[in-house]
């Protein structure tokens, strides 16, 4: 499960269409609770889109190291990622499945999409459930997970 406060939501939602068309991404922090799966996001962090495409995103390096360095300081770990698509439907691509499957991607994080692509934000959240060391990307299990909404 993720939990987000709707301030938090609203920020993602707002930078989604601040970089409007391109796909905005950045990271969010908090804690994960390892026996239930659950993320408690406390805070989003845009981070730039370094392949500034309408299709695909990349986390830009400095900015991720800043944060994750940061969040660190405050005692908040990194519980995901969040990105947005601007012409597809809440659902990882086959690139979000490789990218969140990749070596030294801690397995627990959650992977949070906002779509644009209905004309307002629907955000869907998902884990990746890779269960084999067959490491193409159709050995993984794309699990959707609810998302609660706090005041
Ligand atoms: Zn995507």
Redesign the pocket.
């Known amino acids: 499960m993720l939990i987000i406060t709707r301030q938090q939501w609203l920020k993602i939602v707002n930078e989604a269409w601040r970089v409007y068309p391109l796909?905005a991404c950045g990271l969010l922090l908090g804690s994960i609770d390892a026996e239930s799966s659950t993320a408690n996001v406390e805070r989003f962090v845009p981070i730039d889109n370094a392949a500034a495409s309408a299709k695909?995103?990349a986390l830009e390096g400095s900015q991720f190291s800043k944060t994750a360095l940061s969040a660190d300081r405050e005692g908040l770990e990194i519980v995901g990622v969040v990105?947005s698509?601007t012409h597809?439907r809440a659902y990882?691509?086959q690139?979000?499945v490789s990218e969140g499957t990749r070596p030294l991607v801690p397995p627990d994080w959650h992977w949070p999409?906002l779509s644009l692509a209905g004309g307002f934000p629907e955000l869907r959240s998902f884990q990746f459930d890779q269960k084999s060391d067959d490491k193409s990307s159709d050995s993984v299990g794309i699990v959707e997970e609810p998302i609660r909404f706090l005041e």
Do not use: A, G, K, R
Request: hydrophobic share 20%; net charge negative.
């Open positions: 796909e695909l995103y990105h698509h597809t990882p691509s690139t979000d999409i």
